[in-house]
């Protein structure tokens, strides 16, 4: 046998693991199957150079071309869905594939394009004014780890569509998967005749990342969608920012409400995508009149009812305390919880059920932190209500003056008005599944980015253009 040294051996070993790592990751934050991803860089002064560059070609594109480019990421998206809901549950543990396949094919064909882009004209005798919505430039997007392809792809169409380049810096615990959705979009762009790097990304991004794109000259605009960490980040950097934050929905159900459809419908808006929308149903008042049957029905629909002793086991284990920099202790969701299956949920506290538990119901008191806190999982508690003034005093508070997204079963007119007004959210659902408030199975365009703290709402491409006025005195009038 041939003499062969220590380093020698070192190398085969070290060749093997290599060989063994690269066949077992099919995807990094830089690559997927072998192919390098586009626009992705490992600095941010880097990323928002090309991200400029990006902008420059966008600018000179006619508004066709930027159409066709759009039309081409609306067609790898939904060619691709099921690639990226694979990726997005493997990579971070949550949600659900079927759930997460059907949010990218509602981004495809939902998010509206350039024709949201609507010029404004005033004549009269002074002659002519016109108000054209133009692009901010270079805009800084910060991107969930709970939507995160579907929020990259949603903010791609408008902030193109609008005119603007796009630099992001994605959720670290989902990197791969929104690398994956900023890859789409250069493939797309480069499909279409455009370039080839259009729309940027890191491939670590960092607080420190995100603080370099919150101060750099060439970003003219921040959007950020988040929890109220970064919300509060952005809104303090000193530029324009759009903020769309946390929620924490409410569901009323009165006693004149179809119960069956109600428990269908919040079942089936509270389990999509196992909670984690921030539009979803986090709490339910029902009015005590029609509780029971409405708790009936939801158990027909998949909901499984703990009682209160094992809701408190369950509490501990969800939410997990910390001290926070003023040494005071708070509660935050556990990760290792967020977006998971029901089942999986309840086995942490000895309970063993089979997959068709899609969701866990419990009757609790208003102060209970299952309806405090915003979980973002299938857990669903009731609280019992006497009437209507009642059932939106505490719905108000749950709410936490987010004034994100409310709900309500009903069909008495008055109570419906009532709650809206109360409530002041962005988004209120009457009798549907919450996901009807984004336009799956609702009317309206639909976003990934809902933007209560800054006004903004339903954001779009208009969401994402200063208005700029160009003024013609005393002609250009035809009348
Ligand atoms: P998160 O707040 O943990 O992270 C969001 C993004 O912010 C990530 O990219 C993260 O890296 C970054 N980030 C966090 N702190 C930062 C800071 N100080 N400076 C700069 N960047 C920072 O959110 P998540 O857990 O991924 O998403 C869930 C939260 O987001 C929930 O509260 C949910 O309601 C909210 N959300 C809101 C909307 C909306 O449209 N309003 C949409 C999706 C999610």
């Given at each position: 046998?041939?003499?062969?040294?220590?380093?020698?051996?070192?190398?085969?070993?070290?060749?093997?693991?290599?060989?063994?790592?690269?066949?077992?990751?099919?995807?990094?934050?830089?690559?997927?199957?072998?192919?390098?991803?586009?626009?992705?860089?490992?600095?941010?002064?880097?990323?928002?150079?090309?991200?400029?560059?990006?902008?420059?070609?966008?600018?000179?594109?006619?508004?066709?071309?930027?159409?066709?480019?759009?039309?081409?990421?609306?067609?790898?998206?939904?060619?691709?869905?099921?690639?990226?809901?694979?990726?997005?549950?493997?990579?971070?543990?949550?949600g659900k594939v079927e759930h997460k396949r059907l949010k990218h094919i509602?981004?495809?064909?939902?998010?509206?394009?350039?024709?949201?882009?609507?010029?404004?004209?005033?004549?009269?005798?002074?002659?002519?004014?016109?108000?054209?919505?133009?692009?901010?430039?270079?805009?800084?997007?910060?991107?969930?780890?709970?939507?995160p392809s579907e929020t990259v792809i949603c903010n791609s169409i408008g902030?193109?569509?609008?005119?603007?380049?796009?630099?992001?810096?994605?959720?670290?615990?989902?990197?791969?998967?929104?690398?994956?959705?900023?890859?789409?979009?250069?493939?797309?762009?480069?499909?279409?005749?455009?370039?080839?790097?259009?729309?940027?990304?890191?491939?670590?991004?960092?607080?420190?990342?995100?603080?370099?794109?919150?101060?750099?000259?060439?970003?003219?605009?921040?959007?950020?969608?988040?929890?109220?960490?970064?919300?509060?980040?952005?809104?303090?950097?000193?530029?324009?920012?759009?903020?769309?934050?946390?929620?924490?929905?409410?569901?009323?159900?009165?006693?004149?409400?179809?119960?069956?459809?109600?428990?269908?419908?919040?079942?089936?808006?509270?389990?999509?995508?196992?909670?984690?929308?921030?539009?979803?149903?986090?709490?339910?008042?029902?009015?005590?009149?029609?509780?029971?049957?409405?708790?009936?029905?939801?158990?027909?629909?998949?909901?499984?009812?703990?009682?209160?002793?094992?809701?408190?086991?369950?509490?501990?284990?969800?939410?997990?305390?910390?001290?926070?920099?003023?040494?005071?202790?708070?509660?935050?969701?556990?990760?290792?919880?967020?977006?998971?299956?029901?089942?999986?949920?309840?086995?942490?506290?000895?309970?063993?059920?089979?997959?068709?538990?899609?969701?866990?119901?419990?009757?609790?008191?208003?102060?209970?932190?299952?309806?405090?806190?915003?979980?973002?999982?299938?857990?669903?508690?009731?609280?019992?209500?006497?009437?209507?003034?009642?059932?939106?005093?505490?719905?108000?508070?749950?709410?936490?003056?987010?004034?994100?997204?409310?709900?309500?079963?009903?069909?008495?007119?008055?109570?419906?008005?009532?709650?809206?007004?109360?409530?002041?959210?962005?988004?209120?659902?009457?009798?549907?599944?919450?996901?009807?408030?984004?336009?799956?199975?609702?009317?309206?365009?639909?976003?990934?980015?809902?933007?209560?703290?800054?006004?903004?709402?339903?954001?779009?491409?208009?969401?994402?253009?200063?208005?700029?006025?160009?003024?013609?005195?005393?002609?250009?009038?035809?009348?």
């Amino acid at each position: 046998m041939a003499n062969i040294t220590e380093a020698e051996i070192r190398q085969i070993v070290e060749n093997i693991i290599k060989g063994n790592s690269a066949s077992a990751k099919k995807y990094t934050s830089v690559s997927y199957e072998g192919r390098t991803l586009l626009g992705i860089y490992s600095d941010m002064n880097e990323a928002i150079d090309a991200a400029e560059r990006g902008y420059r070609a966008v600018r000179s594109m006619t508004v066709e071309q930027r159409e066709k480019i759009i039309t081409e990421i609306r067609r790898l998206t939904i060619e691709e869905a099921a690639v990226m809901a694979e990726m997005g549950v493997a990579e971070t543990g949550m949600g659900k594939v079927e759930h997460k396949r059907l949010k990218h094919i509602l981004v495809a064909e939902k998010t509206p394009g350039t024709e949201d882009i609507v010029s404004e004209a005033k004549t009269g005798d002074c002659g002519l004014t016109l108000t054209e919505m133009a692009p901010f430039g270079v805009v800084g997007a910060i991107t969930p780890s709970t939507n995160p392809s579907e929020t990259v792809i949603c903010n791609s169409i408008g902030m193109i569509a609008a005119g603007n380049g796009v630099v992001f810096n994605p959720h670290p615990g989902a990197i791969c998967v929104s690398n994956y959705a900023v890859d789409l979009v250069n493939r797309a762009s480069r499909n279409a005749g455009g370039p080839e790097i259009l729309v940027c990304s890191m491939d670590k991004p960092t607080l420190e990342s995100a603080s370099v794109m919150q101060s750099h000259p060439k970003i003219r605009l921040l959007v950020c969608t988040g929890g109220p960490g970064v919300v509060k980040a952005v809104l303090s950097s000193g530029k324009k920012a759009i903020g769309a934050g946390a929620g924490n929905p409410p569901v009323i159900v009165d006693d004149t409400a179809d119960i069956r459809k109600a428990a269908k419908d919040i079942i089936d808006g509270c389990t999509f995508d196992n909670n984690l929308p921030c539009i979803a149903e986090k709490e339910v008042f029902a009015f005590s009149n029609i509780a029971d049957e409405l708790i009936g029905e939801m158990k027909r629909c998949g909901a499984y009812m703990i009682n209160a002793e094992q809701a408190d086991a369950l509490s501990k284990i969800v939410l997990e305390e910390k001290t926070n920099k003023a040494g005071k202790t708070v509660k935050t969701v556990s990760r290792a919880c967020v977006g998971r299956d029901a089942d999986v949920i309840l086995a942490k506290i000895g309970i063993n059920v089979d997959k068709n538990v899609r969701c866990i119901i419990c009757e609790t008191d208003f102060m209970h932190d299952f309806v405090q806190h915003e979980l973002m999982m299938p857990i669903l508690p009731i609280v019992r209500v006497e009437n209507i003034e009642q059932a939106i005093e505490l719905a108000v508070k749950a709410e936490h003056g987010n004034r994100h997204t409310a709900h309500m079963h009903s069909k008495n007119i008055d109570h419906l008005s009532a709650f809206a007004k109360a409530v002041e959210t962005t988004i209120f659902v009457k009798n549907a599944p919450s996901y009807a408030g984004i336009g799956f199975g609702g009317e309206g365009h639909t976003t990934f980015t809902i933007a209560g703290p800054t006004g903004e709402g339903i954001t779009s491409a208009r969401s994402f253009t200063r208005r700029r006025r160009c003024v013609m005195a005393d002609n250009f009038r035809i009348i």
